[in-house]
Structure formats: structure tokens, C-alpha cells
């Protein structure tokens, strides 16, 4: 078994259905030198016009990015889904999570797709809803889980959503988690949250926007025993935050932000909450996706700035506003793998299959798993005076 208690599957080959990747493709993909798939692509979706909604994720390739009706984050792009009940298909280019909420915000009828299966996110695979509950059991025997409110970052299984739903707990994203947590430490006398399944965000958010003190955040392993953590220190903590982070995010370094202030006085460091605190501490801005585009929009030309994200993101932002210098804040070229996965002959695919009428790697969730992570969701839709995106 991995690190993350998964099977060990080649990329594309397999079936783990409970798993965020790792599922075969069942059909055979057009080859990626056809010189054709654009116009193929264009092709197919005009044939399945109004029948056919497609996402675009702000992670995703250029390449496919063209064809998307809508772009944005997860929860942005779920939502717009569910706006669009004429949809027949909705075509999800982004990971397996992203798609599990469409599907639970948008009707019965409609259907939707994911191109590529193996196509997950190995922050959400982090936290399993084995690993929660035997947690969660742990919680308990350490006499403070009556106490502990579950919050879930947007980022993370439905299952996992579900299990917030039914414990009393909610679901967040980068913009409003401050929001979340007031919330959540207000729903019982001396609360504490376990915070799932990115610590990187937890922890940023509790500290720098709630005011709690770094030693009152502790991190629970599910790989060791009772989560790595005696009684005597989950019961004073605030904060239980799961040993999870984003693969991509977490890359960024705080050396980098001093080489790169070296050599640029009067660079503007920006990064996503999923960063490191280390690295948080020594940006000058930190914000979800959406917030870093509004930034870079709004930004004075000649501007310089470096910016920690997904590296086609930072990409298409250098393309878009060329009268500033925007660079990545990493030595290496880093692009989230699994989202790449989603490429454009896996959109041919997925689109010609339903012009032939075959609905392929279709995403559902189980009835009662989606009335649970609906409360979740609920609760969060019902969080006063905050942007609900990404």
C-alpha cells in the first residue's frame, strides 16, 4: 500500500472506484498527433450543442481551456453546472472531487462526465473515510469529541463531505474558511475542529485570520497511532489539522521568496493559502485562485510579480497581461499531474462518445452520501457576507 493507503496503480490502468484516480479508460483515445482534434472537438460539441455543458477548471491546459463554456474553480464551476439544468451532460475538465460535487448539485437527470478518470487529486486522497473515522473513534476516547466540530476543505472526497454532514460539521473553500471556522467554533462551548485534509490551510487560517496561537494547532498523522498525538494534546488543542497537502502548493519554498527579493527590490509575492505557512509569512499577498487573478487584473503595468500557484494558471496570466512581469515562485516547472491528465484527446473522446450516444466515465454519487455532503454544503451556502469560491 502507498503512503496514502491507496493501491499502487500505473497511471491510467486499474479500478479503485473508492479512490480520487486510478481508473482505466475504457476506450481507445484518438492519438495525440492528430492534427485533427481541434476541429474534432469543435465538431462534436457543436453536434451535442445545448445537450452538452463543459467546465473548465482554471488548472486545466490551453487546449482544453478553449473549449470550456465557463471557467473557474470547483465550487464556482459546480454551481454554474447546477444553473444549467437544460444540460444534459456536463462535461467536468478538472479532477475527480470537482466532479463528485457537480453531481451532487445538479439534478437527477443530468449527467456527468469526467474525461479522464485517473484524473484525481492527491490532496483529497490524503484523507480516506476509514482514516476519519478510525480519528474520529480516537477523538472519542480521548474524551473531546463531543467538543469537535469537522470542517472540510472543498478540496476533498464526498465521502468526506458526507461524514461533516452528519457530524455536525461543514464544508469550505480558500475564500470563505475563515468564515467557516468562526462558524464552527461557535456551534459548541470551548470548540475544537478537526480540519480536513489540507493543514496548510487550516493552519494559515486559523492563525493569521483567527488570532490562534501556532502551539494551540496540532497535526494528526493517520498513518501513525492515535494520529501521532497523546490525549493530553489533542485536549488542549484548538485545531486538529490532517496531515494532508496539495502536491503543487506545497512545493513553494521560502528560500525562493528571498532569492527572488533579491534580485527584484520591488517584487509582489502572491500565493495561495495552501502554501506553507513559511512561505505565507513571506508573501505579501495570499489569497484563493480567484482572488490571484483579481489581483493580477487590477495590478498597476510595470508591476513585478512572482506568484505561488498552479503553473498553467500563472501561465495564461503572464500571457494575458503582458504589461507586467509575472514569474513562478519555483526553480522547477511544476504542473498539478493529475489535473494535466485531462488533455485533449480524452475531451475528444468524452465528447464524441456522447455524440455516438455513450455516456462515458460518468460520475455519481450514492443517494445517501449526497444528502449528507449536501448538509455540508448547505451549511456552508448559509455562512453570512463571504464569496464562496475557491
Not at 474558511?177 to 490551510?201: E, N, R, T
Request: aromatic share 6%.
Amino acid at each position: 500500500m502507498s503512503i496514502v493507503d491507496l493501491p499502487l496503480l500505473p497511471l491510467g490502468k486499474g479500478r479503485d472506484l473508492d479512490a480520487e484516480r486510478g481508473v482505466e479508460c475504457p476506450g481507445d483515445l484518438p492519438a495525440a498527433s492528430d492534427p485533427t482534434l481541434v476541429e474534432r472537438a469543435r465538431a462534436a460539441k457543436e453536434a451535442l450543442g445545448e445537450r452538452v455543458f463543459v467546465l473548465g477548471h482554471h488548472y486545466q491546459r490551453d487546449e482544453v481551456i478553449q473549449f470550456a463554456d465557463v471557467t473557474g474553480d470547483s465550487f464556482k464551476l459546480a454551481r454554474d453546472a447546477a444553473a444549467r439544468p437544460d444540460a444534459e451532460f456536463i462535461v467536468f475538465c478538472g479532477v475527480h472531487f470537482m466532479a463528485e460535487s457537480a453531481d451532487i448539485l445538479t439534478s437527477p437527470a443530468q449527467q456527468v462526465v469526467l474525461p479522464d478518470l485517473a484524473a484525481g487529486c492527491s490532496m483529497a486522497d490524503m484523507a480516506r473515510l476509514r482514516q476519519v473515522e478510525d480519528a474520529w473513534d480516537a477523538m472519542a476516547d480521548a474524551g473531546i469529541q463531543d467538543g469537535v466540530v469537522p470542517v472540510t476543505y472543498m478540496n476533498s472526497s464526498a465521502d468526506i463531505k458526507a461524514f461533516c454532514g452528519r457530524n455536525g460539521g461543514v464544508v469550505c473553500t480558500s475564500s470563505n474558511a475563515d468564515v467557516a471556522l468562526d462558524w464552527a467554533f461557535g456551534q459548541k462551548p470551548d470548540s475544537k475542529i478537526l480540519f480536513l485534509p489540507d493543514q496548510h490551510l487550516g493552519r494559515n487560517t486559523a492563525v493569521l485570520q483567527m488570532g490562534i496561537a501556532l502551539d494551540e494547532c496540532v497535526v494528526w498523522d493517520p498513518l501513525q497511532p492515535g494520529g501521532g498525538l497523546t490525549a493530553e494534546e489533542l485536549q488542549r488543542a484548538r485545531m486538529i489539522l490532517w496531515k494532508g497537502h496539495c502536491s503543487v502548493h506545497g512545493r513553494f519554498s521560502e528560500d525562493v521568496v528571498d532569492e527572488l527579493r533579491a534580485k527584484h527590490p520591488d517584487i509582489n509575492v502572491l500565493v495561495h493559502p495552501e502554501c506553507k505557512h513559511e512561505v505565507v509569512l513571506k508573501a505579501d499577498l495570499v489569497g484563493s485562485t480567484e482572488f490571484i487573478i483579481k489581483t493580477i487584473e487590477a495590478a498597476e503595468p510595470g508591476t513585478v510579480w512572482a506568484i505561488g500557484t498552479e503553473l498553467n494558471l500563472v501561465k495564461r496570466l503572464a500571457d494575458a497581461h503582458p504589461d507586467k512581469t509575472i514569474v513562478f515562485l519555483d526553480r522547477n516547472v511544476c504542473y498539478c499531474s493529475t489535473m494535466n491528465r485531462i488533455d485533449l484527446p480524452h475531451l475528444v473522446w468524452a465528447l464524441e462518445s456522447l455524440v455516438a450516444g455513450e455516456v462515458v466515465n460518468r460520475i455519481t454519487v450514492d443517494p445517501e452520501t449526497e444528502a449528507d455532503a449536501l448538509l455540508a454544503l448547505q451549511r456552508m451556502l448559509d455562512l453570512p457576507g463571504k464569496s464562496h469560491r475557491d
